[in-house]
Structure formats: structure tokens, C-alpha cells
């Protein structure tokens, strides 16, 4: 047996960090990562021969649990005729037909290899479409690592925007305005100002990295009426929320159209899958139609095509985001009624098949500031006695949680009992 200490100080001799993603480190609650060496249904179970229950899903693409058999075998069936070919396949348009049909906004779709590549390919095709280069986005959603988005606000809502990392331009990051997310009034007095200049907008429908913070209602028609006014694109980033809210996004949830959409997650059934896609005048200004340059080597990859495509075809079963949803609830209204009886102030948010937990007295978290203002030192202890119990959240009180097809109700039922415990302890 393996311990994750001894993997992880190995790691640590030639990986930066140890991991090839900052938040798997634990950095955000101390301690040492989970090293996994398999995963099915709704468990992961650790190099250290531990069983936990998975909330985290690699971060959301596997809504239908780990090795769920019918996406093992439509993926055992595309290797076995090879594993790349760069020239079209059937599959992709398969998967194309598919995204169109279910996704309100999206009339041709572009597929590409992870999140980060979706959204900076989206906002490429905005600023080419619209000859204009400033883009709107929001404090607390994350795009991806590009280098446009990888921006902070200035020091007041509507100056300059400034890097978040080193490596990124001043020069490039000054087109970047970051606003408050939910604050429909702020929004409105940037397009006042700068509404000619804005190629686009881009959102979190609902917000998943700054834990689950659902929009508030207003907000969302809000985005639309300005772009629409000002003649800017409105980009839904559904990276996270695409097929994992509802079937459709958020989009199809709240009933507001966007220009562009960008996918990946849920989409790639855990292969490494992005997709753009959007209004067809938009999408034609692409190469090779148009040109707005993009491309890929592995893009629509036959592999990741056949998981994602055999994930979409299970979520579009009828019900499907009905049961979801609910379990989502009898976990997400569980830990908060737990937490209550055990005098532990928790705010929960929900979503289709996403969840936040919140360690503070504010009944309802929608801003920012919020989340930030949380009780970060009882989230970490929160979290380790859940892992100890067996039991993987995300380790960072700034995700979002997930819950998949394969937790059933004994699954849910046996984490409330473990948080009974751990609330006792906090
Ligand atoms: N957009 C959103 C909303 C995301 O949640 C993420 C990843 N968490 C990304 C974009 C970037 O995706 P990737 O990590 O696949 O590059």
C-alpha cells in the first residue's frame, strides 16, 4: 500500500507543486492530496486503499459517476480504431448535431481540447466580429488561464484592469473590465461609458468558482439588454454549467439567450473536451469561412468524442436533470438542516447538479464579497473531518461541489450522517 505522503513528496522532485493543476494541492486547506488510482460510480478510491464519496467529479465532467460502464464501452470501442486521425470523422458531427439540438443558443459549433481554449477562442471570434477590443467580465468567474482573463479589477469597478499573474501584459489586460457579479446597476453605468468600445461580455450563468453563487434575478436579462444595445456579444461561459444545471445549460434554465456559448466538462464525459459554439453570422466569421483564426491538432478527438457524445445521449434521457436536481436538494437542504441543529451558521446554494456550502450567518450568498467575508478556518476543518470520514469535497471553500447520477440516496443519506458528525466536532 501506497501512502499519498510519500507519492506526493515524489511528485513534488519533478512536478511543480506536485500536481499539474494549482487547486489539487491542497494548498487552500493544508495537508497532503488524495492520490487516486481508480474511481467508479459515485467513490474514488485512494493509492492508500481508502474508499471516499466523491463530490468534486474531476471538477464536474462526470455527472454519470466514475466508469460509468455504457461511456467505458463506446470509449473501448473508438480506440480500437485508433486514437487520432486530424481529418473529419462522423463522430464529430454527430456531436455537433447533438450540442446544436440541445444548447438554445448554438446554431454551429467548434470543438477544441480543454475550458481555457473554448473561452479564449470565443472571445477571439467576439473581438473579430465586432472590430472592437475591451471585454467585460466579472469578479469571481473564472475563463480559464488565457491572458485576457487572467485579469483583476483596477482600483475602482471602471478603470484599467490590471494582471492577476505575472507573464500577463499590462498592455493586454488594460482592454479588460472586471465587474461585480450580480450588480446589475454597475453593469449598466460601464455601458454608459465604454458600450461602443465592449466586443463582449462573458459570464458564469451561474457562478462555480467562487463556490455555487446562482445569478439573481434581473441580472442575466440585464447582460442581454446591454449587448444588445450596445451591439457587444454576450458569451455564456457554460464550461461548468453546460449539461450540469439542465439539459441545455443555464441558458435553457433561466430562459435568456447569449450570442456565444462555451463547453467543455460534461461535454467530454471526462476526456479532454472544449467546445465553442454560437450564432451562426458569428460563427461564419471563423476560418476557415472567415478570418477569425483558431485550430487544433487533437480537436474533435475520435476518443473524447465517443465519451462525451455517449454522456450527452444518457443526460438527454427523460428526467435525467428531475432526479439530479433533486438529490442535489436532499444533500444541499440535508447538510443545512444538519448544520442548524448543531448551532454551525451554513448558507447552502444549489443548482441542477451543483452546490455551494457557505460558513457564515448570511442567509443568502450572491456577491463576492460574500464568499469572501466566509468562515475560511471552519471550512478547512469541515473539510478534513469529512475526509476523514471518507467523504471528498473540493478542497477549497471557493468551488462548487457536484453531485452525479450515481450517488443514490444511501450515498447521500450516509454523508449527512458523516457531516452530523463532523458539525459536532466544528
Ligand atoms: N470556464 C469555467 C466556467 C470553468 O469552470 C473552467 C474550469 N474550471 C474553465 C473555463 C477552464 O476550463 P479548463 O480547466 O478545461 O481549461
Not at 249 to 269: E, F, M, N, R, S
Not at 362 to 372: A, D, K, L, T
Not at 388 to 415: C, K, N, Q
Request: charged share 20%.
Amino acid at each position: 500500500m501506497l501512502d499519498s505522503t510519500t507519492l506526493f513528496a515524489d511528485a513534488n522532485r519533478f512536478i511543480p507543486g506536485g500536481v499539474n493543476s494549482p487547486v489539487r494541492a491542497f494548498r487552500g486547506v493544508g495537508g497532503t492530496p488524495v492520490f487516486v488510482e481508480r474511481a467508479e460510480g459515485p467513490y474514488l478510491y485512494g493509492a492508500d486503499g481508502k474508499a471516499y464519496i466523491d463530490y468534486v467529479g474531476s471538477w464536474g465532467p462526470m455527472v454519470l459517476g466514475h466508469a460509468d460502464p455504457d461511456v467505458l464501452q463506446a470509449v473501448h470501442a473508438a480506440v480500437d480504431r485508433g486514437l487520432s486521425f486530424g481529418a473529419p470523422t462522423v463522430a464529430e458531427t454527430a456531436m455537433a448535431k447533438m450540442v446544436c439540438a440541445l444548447v438554445p443558443s448554438v446554431d454551429r459549433v467548434r470543438m477544441v481540447s480543454s475550458g481555457t481554449e473554448a473561452t479564449m477562442s470565443a472571445i477571439r471570434l467576439a473581438r473579430g466580429y465586432t472590430g472592437r477590443d475591451k471585454i467585460v467580465k466579472f469578479e469571481g468567474c473564472y475563463h480559464g488561464h488565457s491572458d485576457s482573463l487572467l485579469v483583476k479589477a483596477g482600483s475602482g469597478a471602471l478603470t484599467l484592469g490590471v494582471p492577476s499573474s505575472p507573464g500577463v501584459p499590462a498592455s493586454l489586460a488594460e482592454h479588460t473590465l472586471t465587474l461585480p457579479y450580480n450588480d446589475a446597476a454597475v453593469v449598466r453605468e460601464a455601458f454608459e461609458r465604454h458600450g461602443h468600445e465592449i466586443a463582449c461580455i462573458i459570464v458564469e450563468p451561474v457562478a462555480g468558482n467562487m463556490n455555487c453563487v446562482p445569478p439573481v434575478p434581473g441580472f442575466l436579462e440585464t447582460l442581454r439588454d446591454v449587448c444588445d444595445a450596445s451591439g457587444a456579444v454576450l458569451i455564456f461561459d457554460e464550461v461548468m454549467t453546460g449539461f450540469r444545471v439542465a439539459l441545455g445549460g443555464a441558458q435553457a434554465l433561466y430562459g435568456i439567450c447569449p450570442d456565444l456559448t462555451t463547453l467543455g466538462k460534461v461535454i467530454g464525459g471526462g476526456m479532454p473536451v472544449g467546445a465553442f459554439g454560437g450564432r451562426l453570422d458569428i460563427m461564419e466569421q471563423l476560418a476557415p469561412l472567415g478570418p477569425v483564426y483558431q485550430a487544433g491538432t487533437l480537436s474533435g478527438n475520435p476518443v473524447a468524442m465517443a465519451a462525451g457524445l455517449k454522456t450527452l445521449e444518457r443526460v438527454s434521457r427523460p428526467k435525467f436533470f428531475d432526479e439530479l436536481s433533486e438529490k442535489t436538494r436532499h444533500l444541499a437542504e440535508g447538510l443545512r438542516i444538519r448544520a442548524e441543529q448543531a448551532g454551525v451558521p451554513l448558507s447552502v446554494n444549489w443548482v441542477g447538479g451543483m452546490f455551494g456550502l457557505f460558513f457564515t450567518e448570511q442567509q443568502r450568498v450572491s456577491r463576492f464579497e460574500q464568499v469572501m467575508a466566509c468562515d475560511q478556518e471552519r471550512f478547512r476543518r469541515f473539510f478534513h473531518g469529512m475526509l476523514e470520514e471518507g467523504v471528498y469535497l473540493a478542497p477549497s471553500a471557493f468551488e462548487a461541489g457536484f453531485v452525479s447520477a450515481a450517488h443514490d440516496y444511501d450515498v447521500l443519506d450516509r454523508t449527512l450522517t458523516a457531516a452530523e458528525r463532523v458539525f459536532a466536532r466544528l
